[in-house]
């Protein structure tokens, strides 16, 4: 599977590097220490590269020390909701309401390198210029 996982953090609480589903069906960590791999978490729907992708570029919270990710909303999207991975309790999950825009076509892809604020909040820069 192409780009199943475009991008990833490294998580220096527990040494992992998490993977962000992009066309894979759930998230997955690899663990430099033993060399092992491992996929965890909820599964989402299947998708293929750049048709349907779900989310790409993540953030580490220092709120929560969650890992987030913003859906890449684009052609045929698989994923509405904001993607949170929780290393502590081996969890990914969509969380949060809808955050497509209403009347956005899907067309173009809205949001690109999600920054996690000091207070909790995730923000990211508008990739298309459309601001609806």
């Not at 992992?16 to 729907?45: C, H, M, N, V």
């Not at 987030?68 to 969380?95: E, H």
């Not at 995730?122 to 210029?129: D, E, T, V």
Request: hydrophobic share 35%; charged share 20%.
């Amino acid at each position: 599977m192409q780009a199943a996982y475009q991008s990833g953090d490294y998580y220096p609480l527990d040494g992992r590097l998490y993977l962000i589903p992009r066309s894979a069906i759930q998230a997955a960590r690899f663990d430099p220490a033993s060399k092992e791999w491992e996929t965890f978490g909820d599964i989402f729907p299947a998708s293929e590269h750049t048709n349907g992708d779900k989310w790409s570029y993540c953030a580490i919270s220092n709120f929560d020390q969650c890992i987030y990710s913003i859906p890449q909303i684009g052609p045929n999207a698989k994923a509405c909701k904001i993607l949170k991975i929780d290393p502590s309790q081996s969890t990914a999950r969509m969380v949060g309401e809808n955050v497509i825009p209403k009347g956005h076509d899907g067309i173009d892809f809205l949001w690109l390198g999600p920054v996690a604020g000091g207070a909790g909040e995730l923000i990211s820069r508008n990739f298309s210029g459309d601001s609806k």
